[in-house]
């Protein structure tokens, strides 16, 4: 059973907002992942970390910020939220090579207004 | 060049009918797994199966199976006796030597009771 955990749920909010999405993981994964998703569409990869203070953007461009200060823990930051933000946001870790099927968290459904 | 390929964008079948998810692949590697994930309408993302490229046996896990022929470059999910539960949208997901997955556009299925 993957223990992957994402705050908040749901989260609306006004343009201009500085919000952080919270992801933890408590496998021990090295590797996690952020993922933006409009509901039922594609996913894309806006950014990964393959251990602590290591991170990489995705193949989609994000105005998104990451880090990995810890292990168990990869926040995603947005400084000015803007209403092209909405989406949902899925964290994922992966337990590295060779397998790497990736756990997913339940996500975070962003509204900015 | 990396590529999944799921043809069907939606696919509608009564309950208890047998459906076959479609996905095909593209890679130069000789090494490469392939994976299956669920997503409920919930949104979270779970992981069904991984299958490795020097692994073509089928495999079965209750209503589940995977059809995976290197020939044709893919890896066929099937579904026997479809209940209204397993309406979601699936993705097919492949991992190469460059260390990303790479998700199909997916197929959204839908179970009519």
């Known amino acids: 059973e993957a223990d992957i955990y994402q705050t908040p749920r749901y989260l609306v909010i006004g343009t201009g907002k500085k919000i952080t999405l919270e992801c933890s993981q408590t496998m021990g994964h090295d590797k996690m992942y952020w993922y933006q998703q409009d509901p039922g569409m594609e996913l894309h990869l806006i950014h990964y970390s393959y251990g602590v203070n290591s991170t990489e953007k995705g193949d989609l461009s994000s105005e998104s910020t990451v880090s990995r200060i810890r292990t168990e823990h990869f926040p995603l930051t947005l400084e000015s939220a803007r209403p092209s933000h909405t989406s949902q946001y899925l964290c994922a870790s992966s337990v590295g090579q060779p397998r790497d099927e990736q756990f997913f968290g339940p996500g975070t459904r962003l509204t900015v207004l | 060049a990396q590529k999944v390929t799921q043809a069907q964008t939606e696919i509608s079948v009564v309950e208890k009918e047998d459906v076959t998810l479609d996905c095909v692949y593209e890679?130069?590697?000789?090494?490469?797994?392939l994976f299956w994930y669920k997503q409920p309408p919930s949104g979270e993302l779970v992981f069904l199966i991984r299958r490795n490229s020097f692994d073509e046996q089928n495999e079965i896990s209750g209503r589940y199976s995977w059809n995976f022929q290197k020939s044709t470059s893919s890896f066929n999910f099937t579904i026997t006796a479809s209940q209204v539960v397993d309406s979601a949208v699936y993705f097919c997901?492949?991992?190469?030597?460059?260390?990303?997955?790479?998700f199909g556009p997916g197929t959204s299925l839908s179970v009519i009771p």
């Open positions: 890679t130069r590697d000789t090494t490469y797994y």
């Open positions: 997901a492949l991992k190469t030597s460059y260390d990303k997955v790479i």
